[in-house]
Nanobody, 123 residues
């Protein structure tokens, strides 16, 4: 079965960094786009950044220049490097997968989801 498992969340001070991991199993990253989404309390789930199997990346304006996505196909894992974190980045972060070309920054476009990992940025 297709499974995505996020890890690496935690509590950090504003300005700090954190790296999240998304381990995929039950399918090969080749041919899939992996996206990171986040949802803060009382807010809608929003797209953060995604990467296609060709290595093309797309990011939300709010995180551009601070967040970087990368993939390690040998490990079937995608990473989210978050730098210069702000309190506004506090949310549950999810990774999701969809076949290439079918999804980018909209949650409804993705077929498979991880359980989420909490990121809290304190001021």
């Amino acid at each position: 079965e297709v499974q995505l498992v996020e890890s690496g969340g935690g509590v950090v001070q504003a300005g700090g960094s954190l790296r999240l991991s998304c381990a995929a199993s039950g399918f090969d990253l080749e041919g899939y786009t992996i996206g990171w989404f986040r949802q803060a309390p009382g807010k809608e789930r929003e797209g953060v950044i995604c990467i296609t199997s060709d290595g093309d990346t797309y990011s939300a304006v709010a995180v551009r220049g601070r967040f970087t996505i990368s993939s390690d196909n040998a490990k079937n894992t995608v990473y989210l490097q978050m730098n210069n974190l702000k309190p506004e980045d506090t949310a549950v972060y999810y990774c999701a997968a969809v076949e290439d070309g079918l999804g980018y920054g909209v949650a409804d476009e993705y077929d498979y989801w991880g359980q989420g990992t909490q990121v809290t940025v304190s001021s």
